[in-house]
């Protein structure tokens, strides 16, 4: 087993330390949780799953909304006044880590944002990250087949409508270009069900200057 590496810091010339902030992305299925709780354990990082942050308020939100709490994708309210929330809460949380000189693993699809070529620039700005900060962003693919066991075998209610409209997600899930600026893009492939394959894409995903 891989012994864990050094948290990375950033140092400024003042002195002040930044944590690097990584942002695991990819659709359900591709098994991103899987990725960032690996990696967060490699570096010692904080862990930030939108998941964990989010859903219990979600669905408090979305039952006094009168909707199904645990719909998302085709659950008007959640898109239209929820879902920018979530993810508000995500970025604020990565700024007082990075402000900490903390690494920080952020696991969340993001989808709704990957148009917009300047997000990182805002988020930084908007959530006072600190500005020795770099970014790394993971995107975590996998083959039609594993996503679709894997979103099946995980047995979650919110995921209905993705398995009955599976043709329409998964075009979506390979028409997602992701455009942010300001950030170093890597990708792993996580087909394998060999926790092998993983481990040596995470060892070269560490060593990154």
Known sequence: MAEPLPSPRLAR???????????????????????????ASRLRAAYVDKDSVATLFTES????????PQTRDDNVYYQDHVL????R???RLAGD???????IVLDAPFVRFFPQE????????????PPSTEIVVVHVTADRARMRERVIGRGYDRDAWKITHWD?????????????LGAKHVTIDNSSADPGALEEALTVLVSIE
């Open 61 to 68: 939100l979305l039952r006094l909304a009168g909707t199904d």
């Open 84 to 87: 920018e929330v979530e993810y």
């Open 89 to 91: 809460t995500l970025l």
């Open 97 to 103: 880590n990075l402000r900490l000189g903390t690494p």
């Open 118 to 129: 300047d997000f990182l620039e805002k988020a930084a700005r908007e959530f006072d990250w």
């Open 168 to 180: 329409e997600f998964w075009r979506a899930a390979r028409a997602a270009d992701c455009r942010w």
């Open 13 to 39: 010339a003042d002195g002040f330390t930044s944590g690097r902030l990584y942002i695991v992305i990819g659709p359900a299925g591709s098994g991103k949780s899987t990725v960032s709780t690996r990696l």
